[in-house]
């Protein structure tokens, strides 16, 4: 069974302050690890993509990089609204056919200014 | 463009009863899954459908049961409510059937008295 394990379950950084978020998975192939966020009593919103070890993806303050058994997702010099709860989902190779998508519990992220 | 919409948004239901709750997808996605969200936790998979038909289904009981009209919006119906019902049921469109780039609604809020 797929399984995704995110560290911290919550983080609270000054404004500025950089850190880095960890999703820890086991799947049997991975076919893409994914990045959600999502605010409070909202949908997850799309942020990255990732196919295979080494590959790194970065959008504004966000840089998400890739190995076998885990994911990073770094935060550079994040601000209050950066806060959040960040999300890591794996799709397996081996999926039945359909889009079996296994989420973390996600890492709480609250910048203070 | 118009997002993912869902409706309704909050809902109070008590146990026994039955519910449906509703979403559009993304103008030209094919694909629209549902997931259940209880709080603290991340999604769970609980049905993906795509050109109108079945294609997977997490670990959920039968008293889940979905379909999608030829627009490719969908339905979700929960039977027998129980309490460990409450949860933000999701609904994520796609554009190919096997991506896990999903876009998500803001959620229908199940509270079950």
């Known amino acids: 069974e797929d399984q995704v394990t995110q560290s911290p379950e919550a983080l609270r950084l000054q404004e500025g302050e950089s850190s880095s978020l960890n999703c820890s998975y086991t799947?049997?192939?991975?076919?893409?690890l994914f990045w959600y966020r999502q605010d409070p009593g909202k949908g997850p919103e799309f942020l990255f993509t990732l196919y295979s070890a080494g590959e790194e993806k970065e959008k504004e303050r966000l840089k998400a990089t890739l190995t076998k058994k885990e994911s990073f997702l770094h935060i550079t010099a994040p601000k209050p609204e950066d806060s959040a709860t960040y999300l890591c989902a794996v799709f397996p190779n081996h999926s039945g056919g359909y889009q079996k998508v296994t989420f973390g519990t996600g890492t709480k992220l609250q910048v203070i200014p | 463009d118009a997002g993912v919409t869902q409706s309704p948004t909050h809902l109070i239901k008590t146990r026994g009863q039955q519910v449906t709750l509703r979403c559009s997808p993304i103008s030209g996605h094919k694909s629209v899954s549902w997931y259940q969200q209880v709080l603290g936790q991340g999604p769970q998979f609980i049905f993906q459908?795509?050109?109108?038909?079945?294609?997977g289904r997490g670990n959920f009981p039968d008293r889940f049961s979905a379909r999608q009209f030829p627009n490719y919006s969908s339905e979700l119906n929960v039977n027998a409510l129980l309490l460990g019902d409450s949860a933000l049921y999701l609904c994520a469109s796609s554009l190919a059937r096997m991506t896990g780039e999903l876009f998500f609604g803001e959620g229908s809020r199940l509270t079950v008295l």
């Open positions: 459908y795509y050109e109108k038909e079945e294609r």
């Open positions: 799947v049997s192939g991975l076919r893409g």
